[in-house]
């Protein structure tokens, strides 16, 4: 399931994220609660290209891009409250942008009985 939510005002041309900032919003978005991880995405195209390896779960959009991230959550989350939460967290660290949450999957809690 992908959320788009509002975003703030448009991003100004030519301005450059710094260097730790897909790292700062995977670290918001992992302190949420009802994260359990961060996850690639659809073929894994949710991904951040660092030196010496890539982040899985989280792409700095550029100018007129929004930034997207994908996470497995824990069962009985609301999805919608969830992805607006996440995208205000992304918006802590980037300012007023557009932020896509995609929902990768969904976990059950540790001791949950699976279906069956």
Do not use: K
Request: no cysteine.
């Amino acid at each position: 399931m992908d959320v788009t939510t509002p975003d703030g005002p448009p991003q100004q041309s030519g301005t450059s994220a710094p260097r730790g900032t897909a790292e700062a919003v995977a670290s918001a978005v992992l302190a949420h609660p009802e994260v359990d991880r961060l996850d690639g995405g659809p073929f894994g195209a949710v991904a951040s290209y660092l030196p010496g390896r890539r982040l899985l779960g989280v792409r700095v959009g550029g100018p007129g891009e929004p930034t997207r991230v994908a996470v497995v959550v824990r069962f009985g989350t609301p999805l919608p409250a969830l992805a607006g939460a996440l995208a205000e967290r992304v918006r802590t660290v980037l300012g007023p942008v557009a932020v896509d949450v995609t929902f990768a999957d969904v976990v059950l809690p540790v001791g949950a009985a699976g279906p069956g």
